[in-house]
């Protein structure tokens, strides 16, 4: 698959500032790989090769890790014989990615990150694009047949919010139940996960825009947004309780989002 995915990864992410004082958030690792890496390799599930990194807040992180990514990620070599020599056996899920990473500034918001990046994508059909610290089990494929189906020029995905805090079934003074991270069945809130037209980034006015405001806003107003209900697992990366759930998805193997 030709179709670009644009990750937004240059935020700050002070709701996790126990990490992020020393790397931007989408580096944070889950199970010992950055959540960046796991929003990478589940697309790339779906065949897409081609990624686009908005970064910002500590770029030099993110720029670092792909330039040493064999070292990350791979089993090497060394033989010293005859001088340095190094043998790698990439992984085939990643060993044709084509990786960009663009500095978009440290305070330009979301909507400028993508109006920086348009001429990486002007010219594609569409293009996928999210953020860096959500992670989910959204179809990808019939995000797409909906979305060339619906003829929009953007697609949204709706997911259900999990609670922060668990609920108790209570009778009397007995508890007679415990239910953890409830999902709202009622309300439903943007997951990313977008598929989007080029042209829907003329929307975008200056690097202080953001795109959950006036962007999305007048695609509703035109009816042109299409909305992807999805009901099952996602979930932010906003704090370290989130981060400490997520990892115990991955290291008890129950995590949704591991499916290649």
Known sequence: MNTKLVILAGGYGTRISEESMHKPKPMIEIGGKPILWHIMQYY????????????????????????????????????????????ISLNKSQSNWNVSIIDTGLDTMTGGRLKQIKKFVEKDEYFFMTYGDGLSNINITKQISLFK???????????????????????????????????????????GFFILKPSTLNLIKNKKTKWEELPLKKLTEVNQLCAFNHNGFWHPMDTLRDKIYLEKLWYENKAPWKIW
């Open 44 to 87: 790339s599930y779906f065949g897409v090769k081609n990624f686009i990194i908005c970064s910002g807040y500590r770029s030099n992180v993110i720029k670092e890790y792909f330039n040493d990514f064999y070292l990350y990620n791979e089993n090497i070599n060394f033989d010293f014989s005859g001088g340095i020599k190094k043998n």
């Open 149 to 191: 189906k619906s003829k929009k020029l953007a697609l949204i995905s709706a997911v259900k919010q999990p609670s922060r805090f668990g609920l108790m079934i209570v009778k009397g003074n007995i508890v007679k139940s415990f239910l953890e991270k409830p999902l709202n069945s009622n309300e439903r809130v943007n997951g």
